[in-house]
């Protein structure tokens, strides 16, 4: 699933189930605008931004989160609020 958020969208990023977080990979990458027109331009721009691989486990099993950086919305920061 991949749900873009526009520059005027709420940028927070909720875990889809409570989890005991078991690894964290950052992954160096561009920052390219990640809109439509820019996707049929440039291709496969989810590969090559920068990227925030979360690796948990929930009661109902594994979950991995990707979050992607991309043109202005280049840092993102992980807290704990359980």
């Known amino acids: ?15 889809p189930a409570r989890l005991n977080i078991l690894k964290i990979k950052n992954i160096d990458g561009d920052l390219n605008a990640v809109n439509e027109d820019s996707l ?30 991309a043109l202005n919305v280049s840092k993102i920061h992980l807290t704990d609020k359980s």
Do not use: C, Q, W
């Open 40 to 69: 049929i331009k440039y291709g496969k721009i989810y590969e090559k931004n920068v990227r925030k691989v979360v690796f948990g486990r929930s009661m109902e099993g594994l979950v991995t989160m990707v979050m992607v950086g």
């Open 1 to 15: 699933m991949i749900i873009y958020l526009a520059p005027g969208d709420y940028h927070r990023f909720h875990a």
